[in-house]
């Protein structure tokens, strides 16, 4: 006997406009493999979604390391952190959706307080931003007095209060080298820190936190997913600096972005990041050719169509981003501050 649980509800659709949205998913998921009836199943729900957005004053932003549906389907704006932060000082209207982890949502209330933050479903947990509280900083700061205080975007809103700068992995290079000091406090990512005290010269003093993602990543994975050698490698900071000294570049997915919209067409690249955002670059640079990485964050493929579908619907108040506001206020400096990057 076969079981279909029911998925939720929707009131029904014109026809008409569902053709067109099948035809306008399957125009970009088909290049991932996805088939006609596949794109089938969730145009009703990306339909709906689309029409409760523009009905409710909804923006949806969506970090790059989200499934294609959800960016191709109902995204507004898709970034890396430091993209999505900007952008949302920009948006006019009241509700922001965030998908993708936890701390991206409070680093968009952070800089928005006015707006309604929601996320499909809380508790996306970050192994970084869970590695360390505002107390573990404190405390950091006691120890090594007068060095300032960078905090990778991967952290709490208590945490980035009680950093000098934040930053992401598009601007960590640029903010560290900016600081008088030669000693920094970099945390949590060790990996990034190790990397970035190579890059920069300076002595960093780093945290035991690692993106359980990049940090999988091992030389023998590396050189199985290597297996042309004529693929240009490009390896995210968070990775262990084995991988980093053994690649062609590196940065962040910002960075990534920047060198596929700079190559020929032909050209053969391998992210070594989230598989996310390679499906993403898949869609919208077509003539480029992708190795895939098979890395995968599973905070943040705990999101999908049907939870942003759920909350669109029904902004319910356990799945608002609220913040305490001496936190925020002390937070928003560290944030602000890394925007002019
Ligand atoms: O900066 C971000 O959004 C993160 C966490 C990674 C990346 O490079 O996109």
Redesign the pocket.
């Given at each position: 006997m076969v079981i279909v649980e029911e998925t939720p509800k929707i009131p029904t659709q014109d026809q008409e406009k569902l053709t067109e949205e099948i035809e306008r998913l399957y125009t970009n998921l088909s290049i991932l493999g996805w088939n006609i009836e596949a794109c089938e199943a969730i145009a009703p729900y990306t339909l709906r979604i689309n029409t409760l957005k523009k009905e409710k004053g909804i923006k949806i932003l969506a970090?790059?390391?989200q499934t294609a549906d959800i960016i191709f389907g109902v995204a507004d704006i898709v970034g890396?952190?430091?993209a999505?932060a900007k952008r949302a000082t920009e948006i006019e209207e009241d509700t922001i959706l965030l998908c993708g982890v936890d701390f991206?949502a409070e680093t968009v209330k952070i800089l928005n307080p006015e707006k309604n933050v929601f996320v499909p479903s809380k508790g996306r947990d970050c192994t970084l931003a869970d590695s360390i509280t505002g107390e573990d900083v404190r405390k950091l700061k006691e120890k090594h007095p007068g060095a300032p205080v960078v905090c990778?975007?991967?952290t709490t809103a208590e945490v980035k209060a009680e950093s000098d700068i934040c930053c992401?992995?598009?601007n960590a290079q640029k903010i560290i080298e900016s600081l008088e000091s030669d000693t920094v406090i970099y945390l949590p990512d060790e990996n990034m820190g190790k990397n970035l005290a190579e890059i920069t010269g300076k002595n960093i003093i780093t945290w035991r936190g690692y993106c359980r993602t990049h940090h999988a990543l091992t030389t023998n994975r590396l050189e199985k997913l290597l297996k042309d050698p004529n693929v240009k490698t490009f390896a995210?900071l968070?990775c262990r600096p084995e991988i980093i000294q053994s690649v062609d570049l590196h940065g962040?997915?910002?960075d990534m972005n920047k060198l596929a919209a700079e190559s020929s067409n032909g050209d053969k690249i391998l992210f070594l990041?989230e598989q996310g955002?390679i499906d993403r670059m898949k869609i919208e640079y077509p003539d480029l050719k992708f190795s895939d990485s098979h890395m995968i964050c599973v905070s943040m493929k705990r999101n999908d169509i049907f939870s942003v579908y759920k909350i669109v619907e029904n902004l319910t108040l356990e799945n608002k981003i609220e913040l305490d506001e001496e936190i925020r206020k002390k937070a928003y400096k560290a944030v602000k501050r890394m925007l002019k990057y």
């Open positions: 970090h790059s390391y890396d952190s430091l999505l991206m990778y975007v991967n992401t992995s598009a995210h968070e962040g997915t910002g990041t955002f």
